[in-house]
Structure formats: C-alpha cells, structure tokens
C-alpha cells in the first residue's frame, strides 16, 4: 500500500456572493508531490490554495492533512503552520530588515530563542543563496531577491507543504530564473509543493502532477509531461494553445 495522500479535498466549493467560484473540486497531494495548478484568470486557483491553507473558509466539502480532517476555528493556526504559502506579491515587512522578516514568526509562533531563530534564518538565507544580504532593507533589494526572502520567511515556519501562488508573475523577465531556481531545488529536496503558475516548461519539468482548473472545477489531471503533450480534453487543449 502506499502512503495516503498528505493532502486531500473532496467536494470542496466556495461563493463569494452569488457567485460559486470553486463547484466541487476534489484535489489529491502525495507527499512529495509538486502539483502544478493551470487554469485561466478567474478559474479559482488562488481561491483554492486559500482554501488549502485556511485563508478562505470553504462552504461544503472537506480538507484532510496528513489523514486528518482540517476544520476551521481552533486547529486553524496549526494547520496554517505545517502550510507555507508564497504570494505574487512578496509582502515583506519593509520595516524589517532582512533577518528581522526571517526571525520574527519563529520567535512569536514558533518560541525559537532569538540565538536559535538567528541560526535558523541565516541557513535559510543561504540556501536562497542570499546569505550576505541578512542586514539589507527589502527596498534595497530586487524583486528576485525579495521573493526568495519570502520563500525563506514561509520555510522558516518549518511547513510540511509550501503553495506557491503566481510567485513569478510580478517579476521583470530576468528575475523570474533565480525564483525557479529556488522552487527546483525545494522540489528537488522533497519538499511537498502545490504551484499555482502560468510557466508551462516549469510545470513541464518541476512539477510531477498537473490539474487543470477551468470555471471552478478539475477539467483534467495527470502526470505533468504526458498531460502538457497530449491533454486529453479539448479545454486543455485550447488552454495550452492560447499560451506562448
Ligand atoms: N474575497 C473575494 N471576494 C469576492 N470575490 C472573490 C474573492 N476572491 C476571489 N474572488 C473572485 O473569485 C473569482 C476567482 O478568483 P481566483 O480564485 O483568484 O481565480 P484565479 O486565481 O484562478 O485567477 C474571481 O472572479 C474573483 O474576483
Ligand atoms: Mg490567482
């Protein structure tokens, strides 16, 4: 047998007023998957990796982590610490230094010493390959560098899976390799990841599984490389065809 799944929803919908943006969508992450999330603008993808960490509060349906049910109210924060998530947006706390943003959930949440929480953030430095940057201001560094400050300041939390939402989309062109650089190695080490990206070469080779999203449901789903080649619905297929 194998492992069941580290994540799981089954049925899961949500509305924002009269409007169902996510109509039953039933998601299976195996640890140490990377689960590439496709679909066009407003098809719920963000909407569904805030379900997955409890930013939104879904209406029916059901969220198991690591084969327990996750409901929202009291286990919430828990659950939302095993859940790294990365936004477009790097959302930094610009009046941290680099190191303060790293140490500074591990201290509050976490209660790592100030010296543990220190150790801990400059190892994360490094391995964004940011390791001499701990005492910069985020406005003096690139967007690149700040959303590789960000992934650190997610890992920092120590999460047993990290969602990624559109992470590159803000950057300028020739900032958008390092980040991938950074999610590849995660990937590589064995880090449970949900992507959420428009880039078809990273879902393409990163990613193990892809799911296609279109008006709030999985049209398709399947390994990454065989999926993207040969889709097997015409709504993938169209979807891949309007990317350049
Ligand atoms: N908090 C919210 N309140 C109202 N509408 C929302 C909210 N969040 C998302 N939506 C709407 O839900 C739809 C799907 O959004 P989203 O999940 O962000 O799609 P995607 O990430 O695939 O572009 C959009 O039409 C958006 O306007
Ligand atoms: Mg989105």
């Known amino acids: 047998m194998s492992e069941p799944p580290l994540i799981t929803t089954r049925g899961l919908r949500k509305s924002f007023g009269d409007k169902e943006?996510?109509?039953?969508?039933?998601?299976?992450?195996?640890?140490?998957?990377?689960?590439?999330?496709?679909?066009?603008?407003?098809?719920?993808?963000?909407?569904?990796?805030?379900?997955?960490?409890?930013?939104?509060?879904?209406?029916?349906?059901?969220?198991?982590?690591?084969?327990?049910?996750?409901r929202p109210g009291p286990d919430a924060d828990t659950h939302r610490r095993q859940v790294g998530m990365v936004f477009q947006r790097f959302n930094l706390f610009p009046h941290l230094t680099v190191l303060q943003n790293l140490t500074l959930a591990p201290r509050e949440v976490l209660g790592l010493d100030p010296a543990a929480a220190d150790t801990l953030a400059r190892a994360l430095l490094e391995r964004v390959g940011l390791g001499d940057r701990g005492q910069a201001w985020p406005h003096e560094l690139s967007g690149g560098q700040q959303q590789r400050v960000a992934i650190a300041r997610a890992l920092a939390m120590?999460?047993?899976?990290?969602?990624?939402?559109?992470?590159?989309?803000?950057?300028?062109?020739?900032?958008?390799?390092?980040?991938?650089?950074?999610?590849?190695?995660?990937?590589?080490?064995?880090?449970?990841?949900?992507?959420?990206?428009?880039?078809?070469?990273?879902?393409?080779?990163?990613?193990?599984?892809?799911v296609f999203l279109d008006g709030g449901v999985v049209v398709e789903s399947g390994e990454a490389a065989g999926t993207l080649d040969a889709p097997r619905t015409e709504r993938l297929k169209e979807f891949l065809g309007h990317l350049v």
């Not at 039953?24 to 992450?29: F, N, R």
């Not at 989309?169 to 990841?193: C, H, K, N, Y």
């Open 21 to 70: 943006i996510l109509r039953g969508i039933d998601l299976d992450v195996h640890a140490g998957d990377v689960v590439c999330l496709l679909g066009p603008s407003g098809s719920g993808k963000s909407t569904l990796l805030r379900c997955l960490n409890l930013l939104e509060t879904p209406d029916v349906g059901e969220i198991t982590f690591a084969g327990k049910r996750v």
């Open 158 to 210: 120590k999460p047993r899976v990290m969602l990624f939402d559109e992470v590159t989309s803000a950057l300028d062109p020739e900032l958008v390799g390092e980040v991938l650089a950074v999610m590849r190695g995660l990937a590589t080490e064995g880090m449970t990841m949900v992507v959420v990206t428009h880039l078809m070469s990273f879902a393409r080779d990163v990613g193990k599984r892809v």
